[in-house]
């Protein structure tokens, strides 16, 4: 893990930012940070310009607005102009592919928010939805400028209308390299992900101080807001990295599985991934005992190209995997229950993880691989009470509106509601396939037994255990009424599903007109 920003930081470290530089060439080998950007470094981060010249290709970066000035004259800000006003915006490349990009600048005014620096991100917010380009910022601002009072407040609004109207059309990506605080969260929150930096960044509605005034809790930045509490407990962001140079380079990665519009497919990468490369490690990654835990990676890695598994959310949520990967150089979304984790049951944090990743994939047109290995939604008051009825609902909407190439796999455990819930056959699964000792029933053998016979004994009901395994703990039912369209071997598996994505890639399906619907919230 990189911790230290070393000699080859300093080698691609770029031009400061004041008006001189912007026409200066900048030379790499000559380069020496100002005193501003030496104390950034100190803090282990990046300035607002290196964050955006190293996430794109070399030499793509064309900033726009870069002269502009702030119009604001309250509190003797006249006196305080900066060419682009703190905030940097602008185009370029990321693996050949273009993107839309903005940066605070936390040296300008603690990269507040003007209304300048708002109207430089709406024109380019606006620019790369009519093309058809994602947009990824990077925050690191103490929020609205408190010199512009509602002018800034203004300019929040503007950019989250923008986000709102845009999502589903490009994709949207923030990254939070240091503070970002009151309503200014909320446009991350509104785009399709968020992640956070190690040490530097924090997130909250409300900060540390007010917290304690309100409620008298002495809580620190990192407590409330850190990015362990959100990608862990609160689910806002998607991961987490050790520092900025992380950041940005596992963000280029990212970007490789992502469309640039809701109109055009996903890169398609070259690979020499062969569909009939040899999985026969499938065949043992189930366990025999069916109470036995094993890893649903184990299932999905030998699957997808080698390598290309990209996860989502992996602190959040355990009892479900999420993420991007690619089969035959495809992308696909992966949705995954994870027995590992509590069995891989589904509760109100796995369901809502689950739905967000399906709507983002169907959003973007891309097919939704889902690994089923799941005992059921977990029972429990605090469940209830924290609604699990309309949070598992979310996932079932998501599944069921989802029109996208869909491709089950049914591990072990199908059981209940989620085997419904699932990318069952009945949500329009296009191809749903049980391994050999897939189990799709009501409920496990032992709960069945005690609901239908409570009044037997401990060895009578151990014999209708039996029964009741043989007769419903396979995937044998569920397939002669074709609910399960084949019972394949575990290494068939990644042949099965190149062979699927490859016929799918023709589908077409559309879901009744309508406005919007109303997915439970
Ligand atoms: C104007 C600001 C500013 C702001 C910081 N600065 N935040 N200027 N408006 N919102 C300036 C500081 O005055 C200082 O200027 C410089 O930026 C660096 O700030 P420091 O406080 O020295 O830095 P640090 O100690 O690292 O603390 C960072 C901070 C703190 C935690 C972000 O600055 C802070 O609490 N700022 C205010 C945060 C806030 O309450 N914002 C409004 C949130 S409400 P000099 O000249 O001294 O270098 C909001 C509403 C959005 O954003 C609503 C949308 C609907």
Same mark, same amino acid.
């Given at each position: 893990m990189m911790r230290r920003f070393g000699s080859a930081m300093a080698a691609s470290l770029v031009a400061a930012r004041s008006a001189s530089n912007l026409v200066k060439t900048f030379d790499r080998n000559t380069y020496t940070p100002s005193a501003t950007e030496a104390k950034r470094h100190g803090k282990q981060r990046l300035t607002a310009m290196e964050r955006v010249q190293l996430f794109c290709d070399p030499g793509t970066f064309r900033e726009r607005d870069a002269l502009v000035e702030h119009e604001c004259h309250n509190f003797d800000m006249h006196k305080k102009k900066i060419a682009g006003d703190g905030f940097i915006t602008g185009t370029g490349k990321v693996f050949g592919r273009p993107v839309f990009l903005f940066s605070h600048d936390f040296t300008v005014l603690g990269g507040s928010l003007s209304g300048t620096n708002a109207a430089k991100v709406v024109k380019i917010m606006d620019e790369a939805a009519k093309i058809g380009i994602p947009l990824i910022g990077f925050n690191d601002s103490g929020g609205a400028r408190i010199q512009e009072g509602v002018v800034s407040l203004a300019g929040y609004a503007d950019i989250f209308l923008r986000n709102t109207l845009f999502s589903g059309v490009i994709p949207q990506i923030s990254v939070i390299m240091g503070p970002c605080a009151g309503g200014a969260v909320y446009s991350p929150a509104i785009t399709d992900f968020t992640f956070m930096v190690d040490q530097s960044s924090y997130m909250f509605v409300t900060g540390p101080e007010v917290v304690s005034a309100v409620g008298g809790k002495l809580v620190t930045k990192d407590e409330l807001g850190g990015p362990k509490i959100h990608g862990s407990k609160s689910g806002v962001s998607a991961g987490t990295f050790p520092n900025d140079l992380v950041a940005l380079a596992q963000l280029r990665k990212l970007y490789?599985?992502?469309?640039?519009?809701?109109?055009?497919?996903?890169?398609? $990468?070259?690979?020499?991934?062969? +569909?009939?490369?040899? $999985?026969?490690?499938?065949?043992?990654?189930?366990?025999?005992?069916?109470?036995?835990?094993?890893?649903?990676?184990?299932?999905?890695?030998? $699957? /997808?190209?080698?390598?290309?598994?990209?996860?989502?959310?992996?602190?959040?949520?355990?009892?479900?995997?999420?993420?991007?990967? +690619? /089969?035959?150089?495809?992308?696909?979304?992966?949705?995954?229950?994870?027995?590992?984790?509590?069995?891989?049951?589904?509760?109100?944090?796995?369901? $809502?993880?689950?739905?967000?990743?399906?709507?983002?994939?169907?959003?973007?047109?891309?097919?939704?691989?889902?690994?089923?290995?799941?005992?059921?939604?977990?029972?429990?008051?605090?469940?209830?009470?924290?609604?699990?009825?309309?949070?598992?609902?979310?996932?079932?909407?998501?599944?069921?509106?989802?029109?996208?190439?869909?491709?089950?796999?049914?591990?072990?455990?199908?059981?209940?509601?989620?085997?419904? /819930?699932?990318?069952?056959?009945?949500?329009?699964?296009?191809?749903n396939y049980a391994w050999p000792r897939a189990e799709i029933a009501v409920m496990g053998a032992t709960g069945a037994v005690k609901i239908l016979y409570p009044k037997e004994t401990l060895e009578q009901q151990a014999v209708r255990v039996k029964d009741y395994e043989t007769a419903f703990c396979t995937p044998l039912s569920a397939a002669r009424k074709g609910y399960v369209d084949a019972v394949i071997q575990p290494s068939e598996t990644r042949l099965r599903v190149c062979e699927d994505l490859e016929r799918l890639s023709r589908k077409q399906l559309s879901n009744p007109w309508k406005k919007h619907g109303n997915i439970p919230l």
């Open positions: 490789t599985y992502l469309p640039l519009s809701n109109r055009d497919p996903a890169p398609v $990468v070259k690979t020499t991934d062969s +569909r009939f490369r040899n $999985v026969d490690s499938l065949n043992t990654v189930v366990p025999f005992d069916t109470k036995e835990a094993y890893d649903i990676r184990d299932a999905i890695f030998p $699957v /997808v190209d080698a390598e290309s598994f990209f996860e989502i959310q992996p602190q959040f949520a355990k009892n479900i995997v999420c993420g991007f990967a +690619r /089969v035959e150089g495809r992308t696909v979304c992966i949705i995954a229950n994870q027995p590992k984790v509590q069995a891989g049951v589904l509760d109100i944090d796995s369901s $809502v993880k689950a739905a967000r990743m399906v709507r983002f994939a169907d959003a973007f047109n891309i097919p939704i691989l889902t690994f089923v290995d799941v005992p059921g939604f977990l029972p429990g008051v605090q469940q209830e009470y924290g609604g699990i009825i309309r949070h598992g609902a979310k996932l079932l909407y998501a599944y069921a509106e989802a029109t996208v190439p869909k491709i089950t796999i049914i591990t072990r455990k199908a059981y209940g509601g989620a085997y419904d /819930v699932m990318s069952s056959k009945h949500l329009r699964g296009d191809s």
